[in-house]
Each structure stands twice: as structure tokens, then as C-alpha cells.
T-cell receptor
Framework: DTEVTQTPKHLVMGMTNKKSLKCEQHMGHRAMYWYKQKAKKPPELMFVYSYEKLSINESVPSRFSPECPNSSLLNLHLHALQPEDSALYLC????????????FGPGTRLTVT | AQKVTQAQTEISVVEKEDVTLDCVYETRDTTYYLFWYKQPPSGELVFLIRRNSFDEQNEISGRYSWNFQKSTSSFNFTITASQVVDSAVYFCALSGSGNQFYFGTGTSLTVIP
């Protein structure tokens, strides 16, 4: 089973709202990732968790706050977003952080109004 | 520096034609990994293949084949007898000494029935 699940599938939020995106995998993978993807662009890496520790933060604004409660779960907390943050947010996992393929979830399509 | 170039932005072919998607990479790492992903209109990135830098064997999987040539830093992807279901954006990606994937800009393939 190579499934990564993400909830919700769609999210509309105002600029003053607080919301969270959730990601789950049960493949025993020890690396998990958040990406942001705009239309007609490749995914942009936001965060990498390696063995449940944040190992990469690609200078993402603090209105995005990641959390890894355990090895299977990854959250992305959203607060005071801007309309330009509207995008597809993809979660991925890989067996270990380096050298292995990443398996992606279906994404959360976020619209900030 | 790591970089992936997919020079073909959009390709259209008629069903049953063969099509090759080009991928050229740059890296200073001696050990690195190359990947191809498919992103259909639904949005989920689907893993297709991984190759490490020490394995230059070409690979065939059904109608898909991959040609890895270190001498030209290329990892091209050929679809034989294309089908409408092959319509998608295809991304080539590179992973080197770090935890990140470096994605190319993608090639949008349209197969016309």
C-alpha cells in the first residue's frame, strides 16, 4: 500500500481564519514533506520532517506552521493567510529522507478569500 | 547546484503515436537519484520510476521506457503507442546529497483521440 491521505480535499478560508491541513501515511516512512503547487508550476518544497524532526524549512512565512505529532501524521497549521497563498498543498512521504521516491497525497486545494 | 531542465513545455500527439519527453539534469554529486512523476488533471503526483546514478540500464515497463545517459546528463522518458489516459503533466526530478527533490518545470502532454 503506497497511500498518503490528506484532508480536507478543498478548503476556503478568510484571511483572519485559522485552519489545519492533515496528512497521514501508514507505510512506515520516516520522512514527510509539505509542498505548495501553483497552477502550471512544479511543486515547491516547504518543509521536510526527518524522523519526526523538522530538518528543512525553505524560508516559509511564519503564517504556515508545520507539526509532526508522530511518524504517521503531519499537520500544516494556517493562520492569517494571504490570497497569494491560494494553491494546491501536497503532502508526501518517503522511506528515508534521501534517495527514495516520494509518495504524494491527493492534495488540499486551498483558496484564501 | 542541482538543476533539472525540461525544455518541452507542451507536447500534443495523436493517439497511438510514440512520444519522448526530455529531461536534462545538472549536479556535482557523484551519487544522485532521478525520478519521473505523472500529474493527471486530478492533481495527484504519481511516482513512475527511480534511477540511481550507478545504474545506467534502460528500463521498460509496458508502454513506458526510460533512457538514462550519464554522458549527456539526460534521463528521457518514452511512451509508446500513446493513449488518451496518458494526457498529464510529467515531471522529472533529481535528488542528490540533501533531502530535497529538485523538480523540472514539467511537460504537459496532450494525447488527441
Amino acid at each position: 500500500d503506497t497511500e498518503v491521505t490528506q484532508t480536507p480535499k478543498h478548503l476556503v478560508m478568510g484571511m483572519t481564519n485559522k485552519k489545519s491541513l492533515k496528512c497521514e501515511q501508514h507505510m512506515g516512512h520516516r520522512a514527510m514533506y509539505w509542498y505548495k503547487q501553483k497552477a502550471k508550476k512544479p511543486p515547491e518544497l516547504m518543509f521536510v520532517y526527518s524522523y519526526e524532526k523538522l530538518s528543512i524549512n525553505e524560508s516559509v512565512p511564519s503564517r504556515f506552521s508545520p507539526e509532526c505529532p508522530n511518524s504517521s501524521l503531519l499537520n500544516l497549521h494556517l493562520h492569517a493567510l494571504q490570497p497569494e497563498d491560494s494553491a494546491l498543498y501536497l503532502c508526501a512521504s518517503s522511506q528515508v529522507p534521501r534517495g527514495y521516491e516520494q509518495y504524494f497525497g491527493p492534495g488540499t486545494r486551498l483558496t484564501v478569500t | 547546484a542541482q538543476k533539472v531542465t525540461q525544455a518541452q513545455t507542451e507536447i500534443s500527439v495523436v493517439e497511438k503515436e510514440d512520444v519522448t519527453l526530455d529531461c536534462v539534469y545538472e549536479t556535482r554529486d557523484t551519487t544522485y537519484y532521478l525520478f519521473w512523476y505523472k500529474q493527471p488533471p486530478s492533481g495527484e503526483l504519481v511516482f513512475l520510476i527511480r534511477r540511481n546514478s550507478f545504474d545506467e540500464q534502460n528500463e521498460i515497463s509496458g508502454r513506458y521506457s526510460w533512457n538514462f545517459q550519464k554522458s549527456t546528463s539526460s534521463f528521457n522518458f518514452t511512451i509508446t503507442a500513446s493513449q488518451v489516459v496518458d494526457s498529464a503533466v510529467y515531471f522529472c526530478a533529481l535528488s542528490g546529497s540533501g533531502n530535497q527533490f529538485y523538480f523540472g518545470t514539467g511537460t504537459s502532454l496532450t494525447v488527441i483521440p
